[in-house]
């Protein structure tokens, strides 16, 4: 996450040409196919696309839990055939630890640091998900909403410079994914990680992405990368606002006029 070289984009993640087909019954099932993308260092990258279409595929592929059947991804310039903790999964179901306290929760991948800066490390993060004065709390205790706040503390206090979030917010309620957006901007603009976020919300990709790729349905392909220069908080009445989002619309083959 350095923050001195930042002039000129530096290509953080590199896909290229990267397919993958499983055995499904004995049958080949084509999902991804010959996936280009260069996501910048400190980039804000949404993937959007049909269920089924392979991003939580390409997501573990670059995370390093899945080979590619072709083609490679790079992380600054080294191919990804393992997982690291420099790449921080967050997923929608991934699941705190329930026999932990939040402190306990949040500590774990960071064990091996000394006590000083753990306390130091824990405390900030905690303090940057909003989740000061429980501490001490169980996840029992704690809102969906709460229990994904310390899934994002978790991850960032390993201080990952990449961030994969596939569908984190997907089982919130919608005000809460809301305000949980905001924060995840908030905490982007602090720290700059470069993330990769997995949605099949069209606003959710429009509100926090800097760009979009658009997949289509399987096999997944890049139908577009779409753009969105548009200042936070994007002002979701305006009219850049709606033709991009009828676009995203449009590519997914949605038609949304009710
Ligand atoms: N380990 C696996 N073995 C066999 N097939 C798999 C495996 N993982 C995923 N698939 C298949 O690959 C396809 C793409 O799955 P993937 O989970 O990547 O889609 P997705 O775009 O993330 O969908 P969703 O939006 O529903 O989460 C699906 O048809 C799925 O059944
Ligand atoms: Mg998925």
Redesign the pocket.
Known sequence: MSSSKRKAPQPKVVFEGVSKT???KGEP?E?LSAIDLTVDEGEFVCLL?P????????LNIAGGFERPTRGSVKIDGAEIVAPSSKRVFVFQEYGIFPWASVWDNVVLGIRHKSKAEQHRIVGEVIELVGLEGFERAYPMELSGGMKQRVEVARALAVEPDVLFMD?PFGALDSLTRLTLRTELLRIWNERKPTILF?T?DVDEAMQLAERIVVFSA?P?RIAEIVSVDMPHPRDIGGVEYGNIKNRLYELLGVTHMI
């Open positions: 499983f055995k499904k099932l999902v696309g269920s089924g279409c392979g991003k939580s595929t390409l569908e997995v099949h399987r997944g």
